[in-house]
């Protein structure tokens, strides 16, 4: 479901902006495409044309989030399509796959194509529905995957997220089932039987002291080394969602090696904050998976650079303040994330000297656009690519303030952080999304 | 000092106050009048979302004989299973302008949290697995009485450690007080992270209870719930009797001076046989006779030092 968005007939010119590749370049869109990059954009540009200028900012494709949770259906006091679509347009994305566990779940080709419509409807972001592995995230019968694929809102990503498929006979039968269709199961890895509903802190001394239930390691761990053993065994395609661990991390270097069809997110959460957060049990730091200790986000960072973990995905998880305002034990797990997700890879990645722009660009667009099979999303900025992009300024330090927010949530836990690196500009098929945080476009009210 | 939500947040001198002073309030508690007009006027809750027939008692009592107007509110369930969120309930009481808060709740962290919320004083009286400070002050105080000062002296702390806030709070305390602490309990049983934080706070980890037992000065012994057995802490009952429990063969092992204390409820039995409970160098009833004067000691300290407000 890409057809072209309304006004994107509009042209523009980007003045002076810096690839990815460290070239500095104009790039010209006409018709929701690029047209023209290089010396010849200026002299093909009407008199019609919009002119931005971009000295000194940098040219990435539009960012693809294969994780954001926009809470509708179900839950529209905590985020909406078209809520989630702004705050994921000021962020830099052009695309979000939305998470099957709303309430109803996504489960049935109607409930997808319901979600894409809504999506486009916003016309901020390209909403991609993720459908549910099982029948109501149950775990136990597979859900109409085949019929959420062939339906209008061309279904390829699945998962439980929020559960982990933990039973290893429905895990087998739904990668091999969706082989048919090139899909890929996107894993929520928690063995429930070594971290519960009730584990919330990474177990360890930190968690051995507050007296917290401890979330270990090793739950992840476990599921995600029998998921690539099973991915190879079945030769499916498995993705592993918001991989938190070191351990985890060598598991996945090693599958690569051995040529198993695995791919793996990270969030920008666990590539910079730490479990001592919960030192204080403020429930905003309460997330699943748990925050780790400063050697897993160390590992995390450098699977990220060395290609071992392919995309960064925000697990965007807004929630109205009463459902954070409990003891933390009984908080709701998790974040937002897709406004501050470029600010956190630019800081932790880029500023840190681990990532170049060209990896950035890999890890926030190429790559998540490809593990979804996203046609039109993620295509390197050249002559006849959909016209999706976002402009960086690299090095613009901002403070970042939770009522500033487009979510309708305010569970930021970035809230007061100084970080470097701001997305200026979000362009979506040949139209202006998004500038500095704000959203343009008639289709948010 | 405005709240006591954790041992970790009062220096050893402060410790010491809140047992020096527990001494005086332990005499007028042996008076026939008892009543002390510290804290006429004073309002406290105590605030129980979790059961508790003792403690709940305990610093109902000590309110009473200080003068304060105590009263006892239960919030059994979740907050979230009611719909109301912790913060508009505890917020609900705090706007009646009460001093003081005593709050018991079975989640780690909810009286920090509700501190955060809230103007009045708030009182730790257990939290979850996390702490339960006004415990290990008296058991501070109990084993002081019997065996002076702490300083130097061999504590083992023997029971169900990881689901234990009456051990978190007692090896903050005795740390403090500088005793040496030797935790004794079979590896499931241990908190988590144990090994890196025995090396940061400087304490010994044992899983062999008749190799501490000749070296102590007292052993504490904490309840273990038969239930733990399901979770797989531990194969049954017996076997955690024969391997753990204080049983006379054990007694005999310990130094003719030891103590022995048990924040109870005790499972006689398991842990602590019945010789062991009702021995004389038992001081279980003294414990729970401290309580009140160590719990009266923490209201004045708290409510009538400087710096609080009526």
Known sequence: MSQPINNSAQTTLIRGARMAGGETSDILSANGVIVAVGADAAAQTGEQAEVVEADGLIALPGFVDLHTHLREPGREDAETIATGSAAAAAGGFTAVLAMANTSPVTDTAEAAERIAELGQRAGLVEVIPVGAVTAGLAGEQLAELGLMASSRARVRVFSDDGKCVHDSRVMRRALEYVKAFDGVISQHAQDPNLASKSSCCHEGELSGRLGLPGWPSIAEESIVARDVMLARHTGSRVHIAHVSTAGSVEVLRWAKAQGINVTAEVTPHHLMLTTDLLAAYDPVFKVNPPLRPAEDVEALRTALADGTIDAVATDHAPHVRHDKEHAFIDAAFGMLGLETALPVVCTAMVESGMMGWERVAKVMSIAPARIARLATQGRPLVPGAPANLTLVDPHRERVIDRSSSLSLSRNNPWHDRSLTGTVELTMLQGRITARQGNVLGSAYE | ?310
């Open chain 2, 1 to 310: 000092m405005k709240h006591l939500l954790s041992i970790a947040d009062l220096s050893r001198d402060e410790i010491g106050e809140i047992m020096d002073t527990a001494i005086s309030m332990h005499d007028v508690q042996r008076r026939q009048v008892k009543k002390l007009p510290t804290l006429r006027g004073r309002t406290i809750i105590n605030f129980f979302f979790e059961d508790s027939t003792r403690t709940r008692s305990s610093f109902e009592i000590a309110g009473k004989w200080m003068s304060a107007d105590t009263i006892n509110l239960t919030g059994k369930g979740t907050s979230v299973s009611k719909g109301e969120s912790l913060r508009d309930t505890v917020k609900t009481v705090d706007a009646m302008g009460v001093d003081m808060m005593i709050v018991r709740h079975m989640a780690s962290g909810a009286p920090a949290q509700i501190a955060q919320w809230t103007n009045c004083s708030i009182v730790n009286a257990g939290d979850g697995m996390h702490e339960h400070p006004s415990q290990a002050l008296l058991d501070a105080y109990t084993l002081r009485s019997k065996l002076g000062d702490l300083d130097g002296k061999h504590i083992a702390i023997v029971g169900d450690l990881t689901h234990s806030r009456v051990l978190r709070s007692n090896l903050l305390c005795l740390r403090a007080l500088g005793a040496n602490v030797t935790l004794v309990a079979p590896p499931t049983l241990m908190p988590s992270g144990i090994g890196s934080w025995a090396a940061t706070d400087s304490f010994e980890v044992s899983y062999d209870l008749d190799a501490v037992l000749p070296h102590v000065d007292a052993v504490m012994m904490l309840r273990v719930q038969r239930e733990r057995m399901s979770g797989g802490y531990f194969p049954t009952a017996r076997e955690y009797a024969v391997r753990y429990g204080l049983t006379a063969r054990r007694l005999a092992l310990m130094p003719r001076h030891a103590v022995i204390t048990h924040p109870g409820p005790m499972n006689r039995g398991l842990e602590i046989s019945a010789d062991a409970a009702d021995d004389a160098q038992s001081l279980v009833l003294d414990q729970v006779s401290a309580g009140v004067a160590v719990r009266m000691s923490i209201l004045f300290h708290l409510l009538s030092g400087e710096g609080s407000s009526a």
